[in-house]
Every structure is written in structure tokens, then in C-alpha cells.
């Protein structure tokens, strides 16, 4: 599929994912279990990839990591030496791991509060009561990885058409881009499901999702959800103007 690639440390990096898999978790950092994390972690690698997302070296190495820390949790040394010195680099390599994964989780959550303060001091966002959209329960702000969950679930339902030969006249991501922008300056709040014409077409839910991307990385929207039903909004911002 000629789809251009993304490069996602560009949005986020491997300490965000971790964090994002520990939120849905619903668990502590400091109870979390190597096996069950590392399998979900890899997992999302796959999901990545499969969005046209280029996964970067750190992501990588984190997996190496965990890897390494599972297979020292699961299986036994050949002696046991080999074992104790095993379970020794395991229990370091994850106090590392937890005391990043803490450290990280204190700043971003500075960072998220440091970032609104700003946007609400720049930005005249649209406001629910401003669309067509009747909200019934508070949202929350959507992450990369809570879109890679979306779009993930849709390319499971999607129709396999991978392999198809693409017309040179096929819509690409900037026109996707610009489809959305229209959507968007009509209806100012759209859901979701609102941006897709053929939701079952791979090829399509693929571009959507990179021009979401783009969208995201340079201000132009941001998309909030509601947890309880799943349901994903697209907001346009509006600057305020020149005094």
C-alpha cells in the first residue's frame, strides 16, 4: 500500500506507552506485572507498525529490556550461578525501569498541567455546548495510543485489501488533511466515525489516522473521549485574534 510512513517518536516515546499500558491496566507502576506488560508491549510494536508508523530505536530497546526482563523472570539458569546472576540483572534492570517510568510519570503530568495553562491563556477552544454534539459525560483528552487502540480495532474489522494496486489518483494523506479540515470548519465538533466514507477500507483508515497525526502535531485540533462508551470527538481550535 503506498501509503508515506510516520515516524512516532515525533509524538511520543516508549515511557509513554508504557504509562499509557499501565492507565488501562488500572494498576500501580510499582505492581507491574513484566510478563503480562512486556506481551501488551509488543503487541502495540505490532499495531504501530501496521499504522504506518516507523518505531523508533529507544522503542526497541525498551522492548530488548523487557524481553530479557520476562525471560529472566520465567526461566531458570543453567546453573545456579547463571540463575542468581539472572535474577540479579532482572531485579536491577527493573528497579530501572519503575524508577523512570515514576520519574516520567511526575514530569509529564507537570508538563500536560504546564500545557493547558498555556492553551488557555493562547487558544479560544470550541466548547460542547458550541457543536451539535450533546455531551452526557465529561471527557478526557485521547492520546497516540489511545488512537492506535481505535484505529486498530478498525483494521480488525476492515476488509484485507493490503495487497490491492493502488490507482496514482487514490486520496492521499494531504488530501485527507484538507477533507477533514472542510469537515471540521462546518461542523467544528465531529464524532469519531464522522471522518470515514468507507470505514471498512484499510487504505483509508490508515490515511485518516495520519492526518489526525499531522493535524495534532501542528495545533490545528486535539480529540477528546468519552471513557464509558468509547466514543472519540475531533475539536478544531481557534486562535485568538491580534490585539
Request: proline content about 2%; some cysteine.
Given at each position: ?19 499509557h499500558l499501565v492507565k488501562k491496566n488500572e494498576i500501580d507502576i510499582l505492581d507491574l506485572d513484566i510478563a503480562q506488560i512486556t ?49 540479579a540483572q532482572s531485579i536491577y534492570e527493573k528497579k530501572d525501569v519503575l524508577k523512570r517510568l515514576s520519574e516520567y510519570k511526575k ?32 471527557l478526557t483528552r485521547a492520546t497516540i495510543f489511545d488512537l492506535v487502540d481505535a484505529f486498530s480495532k478498525l483494521l480488525e474489522k ?86
Open positions: 500500500m503506498a501509503i508515506c510512513r510516520v515516524k512516532l517518536e515525533t509524538f511520543e516515546g516508549p515511557l509513554d506507552l508504557l504509562l506481551s501488551q508491549y509488543l503487541e502495540y510494536i505490532e499495531k504501530i507498525k501496521e499504522l504506518h508508523l516507523d518505531v523508533a530505536g529507544d522503542y526497541l530497546l525498551m522492548a530488548s529490556t523487557l524481553i530479557h526482563m520476562k525471560t529472566a523472570s520465567l526461566l531458570p539458569g543453567e546453573n545456579v550461578q547463571e540463575e542468581e546472576d539472572d535474577e514530569f509529564k503530568e507537570a508538563a500536560d498541567f504546564l500545557d493547558l495553562m498555556e492553551q488557555l491563556d493562547r487558544d479560544v477552544f470550541i466548547r460542547p455546548h458550541d457543536s451539535e454534539e450533546d455531551f452526557t459525560e465529561e476492515a476488509t484485507k485489501t493490503s495487497d490491492m494496486v493502488i490507482d496514482a489518483d487514490e486520496e492521499s494523506v494531504q488530501d485527507t488533511i484538507e477533507r477533514i479540515i472542510k469537515i471540521l470548519r462546518e461542523k467544528k465538533t465531529v464524532r469519531f466515525g464522522q471522518l470515514f466514507r468507507h470505514p471498512s477500507d484499510r487504505r483509508e483508515i490508515i490515511l485518516v489516522f495520519l492526518a489526525l497525526l499531522e493535524l495534532i502535531r501542528i495545533g490545528s485540533i486535539f480529540i477528546m473521549q468519552a471513557a464509558a462508551y468509547d466514543e472519540k470527538y475531533i475539536f478544531t481550535r481557534e486562535k485568538q485574534a491580534d490585539k
